[in-house]
């Protein structure tokens, strides 16, 4: 079969869907080649359309294509607040925008199941939604001997001797940056470090409440910014612990990533994490619980390799092999179904 992949717009760097993209064309076009022939932004050809931004551009190829369209779910209105700020005034007009864009698709991928019902609610048939998690390469995201890193170290300006806790996404609201920092004030005999940025600008939800934070945070706390792809696995790699205090995720790839280079898991205690990772994760719902889980973590090599071992088992329930075969099936389901 041939698929024509449309997206535009996921190249802003910093942002996961970008990354689940790019990662679900190397998976692809790295394990199915056998199988699927991949065409970008041309249906030339091809038996149907896959969607993955909501980019105007995108909507009139779907509109345009006399092929059927599957189209991935990465937000919905309830999910953008938090994140980007719009004028009130535009809202609504936005929305409806993206709304009308899934309607219009003979199908939805989501990236977690808690966006199904929601969806139901929007008038979307959950006969035609599909939950796919994400994936990411484990040839890129593995663990690396320390003695080789010396230059990572030296580039962030991190200790290696001393305990560091790592967070990754964009500098955003629902991202719990605040409580990130709130931690490391408490706790300063840790290094923390938060790679990511405001990738979009102005515009990101408290961008100016979160500046000030940021340009006031203890000593013991780093906002690198965005790294590159490639770099970040040498950076996990040189942490400790992968602390998330983010309020609102879809299908976190960072989490992804952190477990496959070898890193154990604090998260906040959600409701998608309870639906998604089958495993006794280290959660929190305060700041308190957050700091108990890190210093056991610090202090404790059996706590330590207990939590590795966790996030070792939700990195093979999300393995390439895994997730491939989710998307075959789907895809061969979907040429059943719609092709002619």
């Known amino acids: 079969m041939r698929i024509n992949m449309i997206a535009h717009g996921q190249n802003v760097k910093g942002q996961g869907v970008g990354s689940a993209y790019f990662e679900l064309v190397k998976l692809l076009e790295t394990h199915a080649a056998d199988q699927i022939q991949l065409s970008f932004n041309h249906a030339k050809n091809c038996d ?20 059927p369209s599957c189209m991935h779910v990465h937000f919905l209105p309830e999910t953008v607040e938090g994140s980007i700020k719009i004028p009130k005034f535009a809202q609504g007009v936005f929305y409806d925008y993206f709304m009308k864009m899934y309607r219009s ?9 808690i966006f199904i019902e929601p969806l139901t ?3 979307i048939d959950p006969e035609h939604i599909t939950y796919i998690p994400n994936v990411v390469a484990t040839k890129d995201f593995y663990p690396i001997d320390r003695s080789k890193l010396e230059a990572t170290y030296a580039l962030y300006d991190i200790n290696p001797d001393v305990f560091t806790a790592i967070s990754v996404g964009q500098v955003q609201t629902r991202k719990g940056v605040i409580d990130f920092i709130e931690i490391a004030k408490q706790m300063p005999d840790i290094q ?17 409440a979160l500046k000030q934070a940021i340009e006031t945070a203890p000593n ?11 770099q970040m696995n040498a950076l996990y790699n040189i942490c400790d612990v992968f602390l998330s205090t983010s309020y609102n995720e879809l299908f976190p790839m960072a989490i992804l990533e952190a477990i496959n280079a070898g ?10 994490y309870q639906q998604i ?6 959660r929190a719902d305060t700041l308190e619980e957050y700091q108990t889980h890190l210093n056991t973590l610090k202090t404790s090599k059996t706590a330590y390799l207990s939590a590795q071992a966790v996030s070792q088992k ?18 061969h389901g979907f040429m059943e179904r719609w092709v002619k």
């Not at 896959?50 to 551009?57: D, L």
């Not at 199908?107 to 977690?112: A, D, M, P, R, T």
């Not at 990772?277 to 280290?282: G, I, Q, S, V």
């Not at 999300?318 to 989710?326: C, G, I, R």
């Open 192 to 208: 923390f470090v938060w790679a990511g940025g405001f990738s979009f600008g102005k515009i990101t939800d408290g961008y100016e």
């Open 277 to 282: 990772y089958f495993a006794d994760y280290l």
């Open 105 to 113: 698709a003979n199908e939805l991928i989501v990236v977690n199941p």
């Open 48 to 67: 149907f359309n896959h969607i993955h931004t909501i980019h105007p551009y995108c909507y009139y190829q779907m509109a345009m294509s006399k092929l």
């Open 263 to 272: 890193l154990p898991l604090i998260i906040r205690n959600l409701d998608l």
């Open 121 to 123: 609610r929007y008038d």
């Open 220 to 230: 013991n706390v780093k906002f690198i910014g965005i790294v590159e792809r490639e």
């Open 314 to 331: 939700i990195a093979t329930d999300y393995s390439e092999t895994q997730v491939l075969q989710q998307w075959l099936n789907y895809y």
